[in-house]
């Protein structure tokens, strides 16, 4: 390929990407303008740029408990991604040096079972929660959140394993190590890379999960922030600058997130946390 050609294509794709960014960034800009704007110039205007950056907006979205919101999604968002990343490193550990098909048939209902969405279970999942006098209650969705998402993590950190050298194991055990001393001593320290893309990813996803929290917590001192928000939303009418300032407010915690852990991410993108 020459080389006019080639800077042709290059060009091509840079404008894709670049289409493809304000696509993805104009909403998110957008919801912040609007966190700036009063009520009334919301409906008159509402395409326009605020007439003055008023926090009075944010002021309000504070006022009806984000910082309990936000401390509870942080709690139900910990505890979930732990129990995924110990339960889920095992599990794949487990499998990866499980001789014969059994360990191989696991491994597929595994990937079986992250087929099924949330969605599909839902009532069923709540008629447990609620025959088992759990509703209210964090733990009610940090179970559901870790059940749901061990079987993509499981994939994550079983291809991560199988290349993981053999040698440092056998190392461990010539120590004194058993198998188990050995995943925690050995195999979790050096999964570091594995370890934040799973983490980075089921965060992603736990943060922002909307309906089982909706269906699990009425209580506003275990809502969580997704949840939270809506109650900005009146019977007739809603206080959008309010839920824009609120959602901004939510979206905080995961750009700092992304920004610190972004080679992770990318890596987790590119080669399932290699």
């Known amino acids: 390929m020459d080389t006019p050609r080639l800077n042709r294509t290059i060009?091509?794709?840079?404008?894709?990407?670049?289409?493809?960014?304000m696509i993805i960034l104009l909403p998110m800009l957008y919801m912040i303008m609007v966190g700036f704007k009063s009520k009334s110039s919301m409906f008159l205007d509402p395409l326009g740029w605020p007439d003055s950056l008023s926090l009075d907006a944010f002021e309000r979205a504070w006022g009806v408990g984000i910082a309990s919101f936000l401390l509870?999604?942080?709690m139900?968002?910990?505890?979930?991604?732990?129990v995924i990343v110990v339960v889920s490193g095992m599990a794949a550990y487990a499998l990866v040096r499980m001789e014969g098909r059994i360990g191989k048939f696991i491994y597929l209902l595994i990937v079986a079972g992250f087929a099924i969405?949330?969605?599909?279970?839902?009532?069923?999942?709540?008629?447990?929660?609620?025959g088992a006098g759990m509703l209210n209650d964090r733990l009610a969705i940090v179970l559901p959140y870790a059940g749901y998402g061990i079987p993509f993590t499981v994939i994550l950190f079983y291809a991560f394993l199988l290349d993981f050298p053999k040698e440092l194991e056998e190392a461990a055990r010539l120590d004194g190590c058993s198998r188990f001393q050995t995943f925690i001593r050995v195999i979790l320290p050096l999964s570091g890379p594995a370890i934040a893309s799973a983490a980075i990813f089921q965060s992603v996803f736990i943060w922002n999960e909307f309906i089982l929290a909706l269906m699990t917590l009425t209580s506003p001192?275990?809502?969580?922030?997704?949840?939270?928000?809506?109650?900005?939303r009146g019977e007739y009418s809603a206080d959008w600058p309010a839920m824009m300032a609120g959602l901004t407010l939510a979206t905080l915690p995961l750009l700092l997130i992304f920004t610190f852990a972004q080679k992770y991410f990318v890596r987790s993108l590119a080669g399932l946390g290699k």
């Open 11 to 21: 060009l091509a794709l840079y404008g894709f990407v670049g289409l493809f960014s």
């Open 72 to 74: 509870n999604s942080l």
């Open 76 to 82: 139900v968002t910990f505890l979930s991604v732990v």
């Open 117 to 130: 969405p949330m969605q599909a279970v839902l009532v069923p999942l709540f008629q447990i929660i609620s």
């Open 221 to 232: 001192e275990v809502k969580t922030l997704p949840v939270g928000i809506l109650q900005l």
